[in-house]
């Protein structure tokens, strides 16, 4: 969670992560305006540089190398991150309408989404062609056409119509890379096929003939026909018809035509031109619209015409970096001069590139190594980013003595269950207290549950829980899922049917516009979790404080022969584990700027996952005792588990399931500021010194917030269990250790280590990772 010192004055939102947007970031990260709050809205966390691209496409280039991770980017600039994809932008309220959460208020907003190639016009486009973009979709269609060519042993016809320099650089990257790969499958590269089919007269038409002729040869030479003057009129599964020839057999067509804007924008009332693409002055203002910005592809450049061309994009960033930062403070806009002739370098897939610039044509390796350096340089400027320093509430220079240290080192503290009063700390200071005795309280406070259990005298008992803590995400609406769901998991590992909810809500202080606009998401987020879960949210308290905080006091109901506590398990049980471990190191790494965006939402993910349906299948398959794995980490949880129910377990360390990065951010020594103590409780490991060897043991002390259910069952119905859950989407679920008999030994739990298996949950990630690597 980002900490602003300063109340917020002003709400900038940055709609798309395009070339542009991601210059005002950084921008904005290292020169920063009091008061002023940042949030990108970006379908796609990992935002390509469609430089890069075909070196991508080409395997000259992994994926990082050709993305920008948005996740870092985001917290080097103080910016929230929110995924979503805009639908509309009501300009009387100023909010920004998204398709997967409410509405984003800004006082100034900038428009960088880019655009995708105009498959509309022309029947059967978008059923039976791959549009290049957007470029995340492209990569996905290009893994499954990797595969195809592989894995087919007979002829494969590839055609790509477009014949601007996208469509040129892409169908050469294309041609030299699959070739490549179907030889290194053992197949013949001749059996593939490559055209590319032009409407205009000739391929390139913007650009000088000597360019143009190059390029034929290069084509000719490559064996890849070309057919120009060609209009397509119907796009057919295997075939494209065209305008007065017969139809051209292909069975992978690719589309990079002229593009086109979202849909979206025609129901804004914003100015658009006769395409509809947003009008903007020459300051990169959308006409009419003070405070409303754009840049990139996605605009109409009322001063003169510009190409459709991310050089242009790139050039608009520091402007429309300036042009916010003077809106903001009251300067005159400054002007956008885009350069009259930019210069171009068109890449072959090969170790060879092309140029042109002001009629002048250059061809040669050194062209591309120019064009490589060129790429890596501006790519560096966003993945590499100077290190991040942390407000802290007293200046390093003031203190003094042996608690300095961690002192100066509470600006880092984890939020969520990362938050907790350690498990020693918390025995200790509550081990004196005594509360009254009263018959009607079944499970009171000193006993190790997850829920106080009360005998109302009905034919149910009332299980109560209360949970609250610190803002671990920027985004408020996702912050009150993750905090209603994690309130909610004591209910469920308790086999209680929820009934009722307070809130306990804390807001920073600021402008009531911006404190209502963070409590109306958060609370919106909270309520859609506890409906789902049949939780009425009956009321609540709220209060300023320092920083963004909410919790629950919720209350549920379950018969007494449903209600799972720690102490039920028998030797011979199984232990299953529903979720994965890893948010803890995540969130610490997200605080640092060095866990990629993608690890964050995964995480996101499973945090806003809710554990009811996971308790009903281990109810029904006969558990015998149960937990939620929140701040005290598995290891914590199991041993309250294994001492209450007087037995020993066993777990098998490359058996338990990490969440996407958990183990590249252990292996970067990050851990949540909890771990420490919650490492105290691996006294109660047996073989501790061998277990310590292994590189993921730390992840046993990890503290998740809405973290999984950990369950005890027979062994002869786990198997039944497992798929079981499996198939209700919990994809991660494991058998991960065993319950054994109690021994004499003080120590009741052994760890199982052996070689590491292959990081879990990545199976979303195969289409990068695995087709897209270096030649």
């Known amino acids: 969670m980002q900490a602003m010192m300063q109340p917020v004055i002003k ?6 992560a ?4 991601v210059q005002v970031l950084r921008r904005f990260g290292m020169k920063p305006l009091p008061g002023v709050r940042f949030t990108l809205i970006t379908r796609e966390v990992h935002t390509p540089y469609s430089g890069m691209l075909p070196g991508l496409v080409a395997g000259r280039y992994r994926f990082d190398e050709a993305h920008i991770d948005t996740g870092p980017l985001a917290r080097f600039a103080g910016a929230r991150l929110y995924q979503s994809s805009a639908t509309g932008i009501d300009m009387q309220a100023r909010h920004v309408i998204c398709d997967n959460r409410p509405p984003v208020p800004y006082d100034i907003l900038s428009i960088n989404t880019g655009s995708t190639p105009n498959t509309a016009t022309v029947p059967g486009a978008d059923e039976h062609a791959i549009p290049v973009k957007p470029i995340d979709g492209f990569l996905r269609h290009f893994a499954g056409l990797m ?14 119509v477009g014949g601007g320099a996208g469509g040129v650089e892409l169908l050469l990257s294309l041609e030299a890379r699959l070739r490549r790969e179907a030889k290194a499958a053992g197949r013949d590269p001749r059996w593939l096929t490559f055209t590319l089919v032009s409407g205009a007269a000739d391929i390139l038409p913007e650009f000088p003939a000597a360019f143009q002729r190059r390029f034929r040869a290069l084509f000719a030479q490559r064996g890849i026909s070309i057919v120009t003057g060609a209009q397509v009129t119907r796009v057919e599964a295997g075939a494209l018809q065209i305008e007065g020839r ?3 057999a292909a069975d992978e067509i690719l589309w990079t035509t002229e593009a086109r804007p979202p849909e979206w924008l025609s129901t804004t009332g914003l100015p658009l031109d006769e395409r509809g693409f947003l009008k903007v002055d020459g300051a990169l203002q959308v006409e009419g619209q003070e405070g409303v910005f754009a840049a990139g592809d996605i605009v109409a450049f009322t001063p003169r015409s510009l190409p459709k061309s991310g050089v242009y994009a790139v050039r608009a960033g520091p402007v429309l ?4 930062r003077r809106s903001l403070t009251g300067y005159p806009l400054k002007r956008y001069k885009p350069q009259r002739e930019a210069m171009y370098l068109v890449s072959t897939g090969e170790d060879y590139a092309l140029g042109t610039r002001n009629g002048i044509v250059f061809q040669g390796a ?3 190594r120019w064009k490589d350096r060129i790429d890596r340089r501006f790519m560096e400027r966003f993945n590499v980013l100077p290190t991040m320093s942390v407000e802290r509430p007293v200046a390093a220079s003031q203190l003094a003595g042996p608690d300095a240290k961690e002192i100066s080192a509470a600006a880092m503290r984890c939020g969520g269950c990362g938050a907790k009063v350690g498990a020693t700390v918390l025995s200790r200071a509550l081990s004196e207290i005594e509360p009254v005795l009263r018959p009607d309280v079944v499970v009171g406070m000193h006993a190790p549950d997850d829920a106080a259990v009360v005998d109302t005298g009905g034919p149910r008992l009332s299980i109560h829980s209360v949970d609250y803590f610190r803002a671990i995400v920027d985004d408020p609406y996702l912050f009150g899922k993750i905090a209603a769901n994690h309130a909610l998991g004591d209910l469920f590992a308790m086999g209680a049917e929820p009934q009722t909810a307070l809130a306990i809500a804390t807001l920073p202080y600021g402008l009531a516009a911006k404190v209502e606009a963070d409590l109306r998401a958060m609370m919106r987020g909270a309520n859609e979790i506890m409906r789902e879960a049949g939780c009425a949210l009956v009321g609540g308290h709220s209060a300023e404080g320092a920083e963004l905080a909410l919790g629950f006091a919720v209350n549920g109901l379950a018969a007494p022969d449903r209600v799972l506590r720690k102490s039920g398990m028998n030797a011979g049980d199984v232990l299953i584990l529903t979720k994965p471990l890893g948010t803890g190191t995540l969130l610490a790494a997200d605080m640092r700027g060095k866990a990629k965006a993608s690890w964050v939402m995964n995480a996101i993910q499973h945090m806003t996952r809710s554990n009811q349906a996971a308790a009903e299948i281990l109810h029904a398959h006969g558990a015998s005792a149960a937990t939620d794995v929140t701040g005290f980490g598995l290891l914590g949880h199991l041993r309250e588990m294994v001492k209450a129910s007087g037995v020993d377990a066993s777990i098998t360390l490359n058996s338990v399931p990490l969440l996407p990065g958990a183990r590249e951010s252990l292996a970067m020594n990050i851990v949540s500021s909890l771990q420490p103590q919650n490492a105290r409780l691996g006294r109660a490991v047996r073989n501790r010194a061998e277990a310590a060897r292994d590189p993921h043991y730390a992840v046993l002390f990890d503290p998740q917030t809405a ?13 039944a269990c497992l798929t079981g859950l499996h198939a209700a989407g919990y994809a991660d679920a494991a058998i991960i250790g065993e ?27 195969k289409w990068w990772s695995s087709p897209i690597r270096p030649a």
Do not use: C, F, Y
């Not at 595969?147 to 790509?160: D, F, M, S, Y």
């Not at 970096?321 to 916010?324: D, F, L, T, V």
């Open 18 to 21: 395009g070339h542009a947007h």
């Open 246 to 248: 017969a139809p051209l």
């Open 366 to 368: 050194w062209v591309w």
């Open 739 to 765: 319950v054994m008999p109690q021994s004499d030994v003080k120590q009741p739990i052994t760890i199982v280590t052996a070689p590491v298996m292959p990081e879990r949950g990545q199976r979303g990630d």
């Open 147 to 160: 595969e195809r060519v592989t894995e087919n042993g007979g002829h494969r016809r590839i055609a790509l």
């Open 11 to 16: 709400d900038v939102v940055l709609l798309g």
């Open 707 to 719: 973290g999984g259910l950990l369950a005890a069952l027979p062994a002869s119905r786990a198997a």
């Open 321 to 324: 970096a300036e042009n916010i």
